[in-house]
């Protein structure tokens, strides 16, 4: 069982389920690059890493000074989802530890600044959407996005969770702001992203392997 302090934990999906990251970082410094402003993949996932379609668009079009040509994110998703259904895999070690929350009966849930289609994709390839029971929330059903809070305040009110007893397990400054923001608390995965980040943004811990987790969270 989960230690007494908490009753719920709430997921972000890419970097902490499932490992997309490098993933669309790749495709996203191809793209722009087609578009004359070549980047390295390190400095797309700074400046992308975290955030919602929507607010990456934003920042491409200042990146390249002009807006996006019509099509363009259409054949951004086209292409993210081909390359995701071919290469995704689930972050080691979290389907154990999925399975053993599940056996123990403490409710989780997703909350993602992705939407729910790509979700949809990614943890059904990985086989991960068996543990949640639908509970996959994502930016396509909030009005504002991470670091905005509430993606995080609508899985946990439809998982029945208090804010104030749900960890939140995070991998990126904008996501932790979003899990304080709600009133949750943060532990942050840096497996990928530095941990200085995450505990600047609120995270009360960090862990470098997902093995790691169930000791945080008091699992028996």
Known sequence: MLSNAYDGVVFDCDGVLVD???ITNRLLAAMIGELGAPI???TAHRMFVGRSLADDL???EKLIGRPLPPGWQAEYLERRNAA???EIVAVAGVDAVLARLVH???PIAVASGAERAKMALTLGATRLDRH????????DQVDHPKPAPDVYLLAMRETGLDPSRTIVVE????????GVAAGATVLGFCERNDPRGLLEAGAVAV???MSELPRLLGVH
């Open 20 to 22: 997309s990251e490098p």
């Open 40 to 42: 390295s993949v390190e």
């Open 58 to 60: 934003v920042e491409i």
């Open 84 to 86: 995701l259904s071919c």
């Open 104 to 106: 123990g009966r403490v």
């Open 132 to 139: 949640f029971g639908g509970r996959v929330f994502g930016a």
């Open 171 to 178: 991998d990126t400054p904008t996501g932790t702001r979003a």
């Open 207 to 209: 862990f470098a392997r």
